[in-house]
């Protein structure tokens, strides 16, 4: 019986094919493109948003950041970077109730420092962010180094490529930039020789030379511009302990607005009598003395040009006259002569 | 290093010159109690621009003095040179009882 469906013979043989079969487009009305308006030329040069691959409190850093050394560099470049000030003492094996006693005189020097200003109607009280610290002598060198070095204002960081977001310019002191700029081996510090052995550094929030000589007078008392304490005025800071503390501290130098200044030039720096405001009064008197001597000067000249041309207007006056003085002497003395046989 | 038997310690050094490290740390290697317990320790600080050369003083209980020039020298040979004076004082001391 023959099959019902009438298959041809043709329709029965297997195919097989030896190429591929060119897949035809799909026309799905999901995926229909519209004619959408092209996109800002600014767009198509920079990515509009690059996916950040890390978060923005983490930015990457060159130096792992989970290591106890890349957060202490951190922490010396924002000490550095905060206080105008730094002192640097060698300390030599001090104990920790030596410490404890030179931290708590130190305190004590500093607050009085901060009443007396308060008094006189001062508002820069700086006593309680005035701290002597050890510290780390290589990392702290290294990040002085890029406090120096690396500024990233002024230098000429590389723009973020559009499609790689891990381009971004990072101007943190732990980026790559930073590292590069403070690794020129030609590049000297002046105060690298100081940053090497047992170094603890004072930090002052500005430049006060009061809070200065205050704190030199504490920790290197010198006779007559930085004189220690009197026992009866503070009688704790002649413990044993403070003074065994003291005599093994050595002021090596200071920093002051980004210069190294030596043991005398501090001790210029905490010799300003009456702070900054006596520095404004001395300048301000300068200026003035400068001021009446120009003044003299100046006045001087045209006054010495005034009193010569009028010497000579004087003298050709004189000139002038004199001639018929003499005439007029002469003529007077006949007269006189010719009054005296009257 | 040995410094049981050092009476007096002297040093100069202009702490911006390289030179000044041996010095400072010689300072650092005394121990905590050394003005407790009788040594004479004078340290002057050159200023900056001074090109003297640092200098160190040291004299030892019996009375020997030592003057080291440290421009040449470093830490560890001025620590051998006391430590060489002071040993033969230990002897002597450990000798007698």
Known sequence: MPPRIRLQTRQLKVRIYHHQIPSQPCFYASLATATTPAPPIEQTIHSVSPIARFPPTQPPSHKPPEVRKSQLHREYQSLLKSSPLVLIFQHNNLRAVEWMGIRRELAIALRKVDAELAATGHKDLYADAIKIQIIQTGIFASALRVVEFYNPESTELPTQHPSNPATATLAHGLSRQAHEAASDRKKKLDLAPLLSGPVAVVSFPAVSPQHLKAALSILSPSAPNFPAPKRKANPSYHEPAVQNGIQKLMMLGARVDGKAFDQEGTKWVGGISGGLDGLRGQLVGMLQNVGAGVTNALEGASQSVYFTMEGRKYMMEEAEKGPEEKKGGEEAKPEGEEAKPE | ?97
């Not at chain 2, 200023?47 to 003297?52: E, G, V």
């Not at chain 2, 020298?73 to 430590?83: F, K, N, Q, Y």
Request: no cysteine; hydrophobic share 40%.
């Open chain 2, 1 to 97: 290093m040995i410094t049981r038997f050092l009476s007096e310690v002297r040093t100069s050094f202009n702490p911006f010159s390289p030179l000044s490290k041996t010095a400072r740390t010689f300072l650092a290697q005394l121990p905590p109690d050394a003005r407790a317990t009788g040594m004479l320790i004078k340290h002057t600080i050159l200023p900056r621009t001074s090109t003297q050369k640092p200098l160190l003083f040291v004299k030892f209980k019996d009375g020997k003095e030592l003057k080291l020039d440290l421009e040449t020298m470093r830490s560890t040979e001025v620590m051998a040179e006391v430590d060489r004076h002071s040993r033969i004082l230990a002897r002597k001391e450990e000798l007698s009882g």
